[in-house]
């Protein structure tokens, strides 16, 4: 997922665009056989965004089952998961043009490398929803670009995955991991942030405002910690560190320190925020937070 947008422009499926605004069930209906296929290409499409916590009723039948918000792509269009639903359940036809485009390909959707994906997010961020389309939650948490991206990798409000992030690595006993004894408030404020983020990859790539930006993943999953890097970085920054997960492509960990926050420690040194949302969302736009949320004494760099 790219934090770039694309010279090349997006085509936007907007379900009753070309009908004047309704929706016009039975066009293209089960016994078609072009039905089964259509319905293929698009569930075979790359996720934009995936927020399966997000939904609005059916507008044909309100008592079916709710349509969910969420967007794929084919690399040239991009269409709502509300398209594949109206198809299935009431044979709500995609627009011509795009139906070309699909029996070109034999109707199989090309595989979406995660740049051009994230060009694809980059040009939903603007758009008002279409009228048969869930919009977008109401929170005040995350900016919308970041929130995207956290639902559709696998977070959620209220994500807990402690009792794995102990299993991975316990806190007690950090001597096990070959690392050094950490204080119980740097354990502490550490399992927080990956009982909430832990096991989640962002395939994020692009240039930010302020770094290019590489995909990262957080603890536990991916390659372990490396016990050197982490003990460099402990002597320059003057304080104990806990990783919390790595930039591989940048060859550097993601690591807390108890008073001056998050940052990166490695052949990458960054400071990224004061907690996890302002790391994360730093890491994600690849832009540096606000020079005032920075500690007094600084960071690695």
């Not at 422009?9 to 089964?36: C, K, M, Q, S, Y």
């Not at 694809?120 to 758009?127: G, M, T």
């Amino acid at each position: 997922m790219s934090v770039e947008e694309s010279e090349q422009p997006f085509r936007i499926v907007v379900l009753g665009e070309r009908t004047g605004g309704r929706l016009v069930p039975g066009e293209l209906p089960a016994a078609d056989r072009r039905f089964n296929k259509v319905l293929r290409y698009l569930r075979s499409g790359t996720w934009v965004i995936r927020d399966e916590g997000t939904a609005c009723a059916d507008p044909v039948d309100p008592s079916a089952a709710p349509v969910p918000r969420g967007y794929r792509t084919d690399g040239d269009w991009i269409w709502p998961l509300a398209a594949e639903h109206l198809l299935e359940r009431h044979g709500v036809a995609p627009p011509p043009e795009f139906m070309e485009l699909m029996a070109e390909r034999g109707f199989y959707s090309p595989r979406v490398y995660a740049d051009r994906c994230g060009q694809a997010r980059q040009a939903l961020l603007p758009r008002i929803p279409g009228p048969y389309e869930p919009p977008a939650p109401i929170q005040f948490r995350l900016p919308p670009d970041v929130y995207d991206l956290f639902v559709t990798v696998g977070w959620a409000p209220g994500r807990d995955v402690g009792a794995e992030v102990d299993a991975w690595w316990p806190g007690a006993d950090p001597a096990g991991r070959g690392e050094p004894a950490l204080p119980d408030d740097l354990l502490a404020a550490g399992r927080a942030v990956l009982a909430e983020f832990g096991g989640l990859t962002f395939p994020v790539y692009g240039y930010g405002r302020d770094w290019r930006v590489m995909g990262f993943q957080l603890f536990p999953k991916g390659r372990p910690s490396d016990p050197s890097l982490v003990a460099a970085a402990t002597g320059r920054v003057g304080g104990p560190l806990m990783s919390l997960g790595t930039v591989p492509e940048w060859k550097s960990e993601i690591v807390l320190h108890p008073r001056h926050g998050i940052g990166t420690a490695g052949d990458v040194e960054l400071f990224l925020g004061r907690d996890g949302d302002e790391a994360l969302t730093s890491l994600i736009r690849g832009a540096a937070p606000p020079a005032q949320h920075r500690a007094a004494t600084g960071w690695l760099r």
